[in-house]
Nanobody, 112 residues
Framework: EVQLVESGGGLVQPGGSLKLSCATSGFTFSRYGMSWVRQAPGKGLEWVSIYADSVKGRFTISRDSAKNTLYLQMNSLKPEDTAVYYC??????????????WGQGTLVTVSS
């Protein structure tokens, strides 16, 4: 059974940093693309691309195949980064393939 478990969310002040983790099991982690997706309050889902203007230069995505874990390092956080952050598994190694499994999400709140 594929399982994705996010952790690391919480309340942080503007300008602060957080590192989210997504521990995975039930599949061969190195063979699949992984992504982060977020949903701000009252808004739709947004794929977290490190190249998007909204997060460019502030967010970094990494993965540790030895630990089967995906990470999202978020720096210089802004109130508009407030959202539930989900990790998602893709159907193939390519991150343009469909997502077929999701975690339960972790809430990040950026507020003073």
């Amino acid at each position: 059974e594929v399982q994705l478990v996010e952790s690391g969310g919480g309340l942080v002040q503007p300008g602060g940093s957080l590192k989210l983790s997504c521990a995975t099991s039930g599949f061969t982690f190195s063979r699949y693309g992984m992504s982060w997706v977020r949903q701000a309050p009252g808004k739709g889902l947004e794929w977290v691309s490190i190249y998007a203007d909204s997060v460019k230069g502030r967010f970094t995505i990494s993965r540790d195949s030895a630990k089967n874990t995906l990470y999202l390092q978020m720096n210089s956080l802004k109130p508009e980064d407030t959202a539930v952050y989900y990790c998602a598994k893709h159907q193939s190694v390519n991150t343009w393939s469909a997502m077929d499994a999701w975690g339960q999400g972790t809430l990040v709140t950026v507020s003073s």
